[in-house]
């Protein structure tokens, strides 16, 4: 079973970094797409970010410009740089993979980081 480990959250004034880290438990090459969600209080998961196997990123608009996603192969790490942080970008940040099985496509989640921006 995938295991993916998020850390790096917590609380950060306005206009203020965070960067999330997830490290996969297996070679992150296995998976096609490595990407970060968030879902704040009383709202719809979302994806923020996503990353595939040639490196090219995908971002929400809301956080063009701000955030930013790359991934060590050699750590099996995703990571997530979340600069200019507003109070809207509260939420709960979850890693996320997608591999291709036989069955289909296997989502494999982590347990979340929270994310806090306010003064």
């Known amino acids: 079973q995938v295991q993916l480990v998020e850390s790096g959250g917590g609380l950060v004034q306005p206009g203020g970094s965070l960067r999330l880290s997830c490290a996969a438990s297996?070679?992150?090459?296995?998976?096609?797409?490595l990407g970060w969600y968030r879902q704040a209080p009383g709202k719809q998961r979302e994806l923020v970010a996503s990353i595939d196997r040639r490196d090219s990123p995908y971002y929400a608009d809301s956080v063009k410009g701000r955030f930013t996603i790359s991934r060590d192969n050699a750590k099996n790490t995703v990571y997530l740089q979340m600069n200019t942080l507003k109070p809207e970008d509260t939420a709960v940040y979850y890693c996320?993979?997608?591999?291709?099985?036989?069955?289909?496509?296997?989502?494999?989640w982590g347990q979340g980081t929270q994310v806090t921006v306010s003064s």
């Open positions: 996320n993979s997608k591999k291709v099985v036989r069955a289909g496509i296997d989502d494999y």
């Open positions: 297996e070679n992150i090459f296995n998976f096609y797409v």
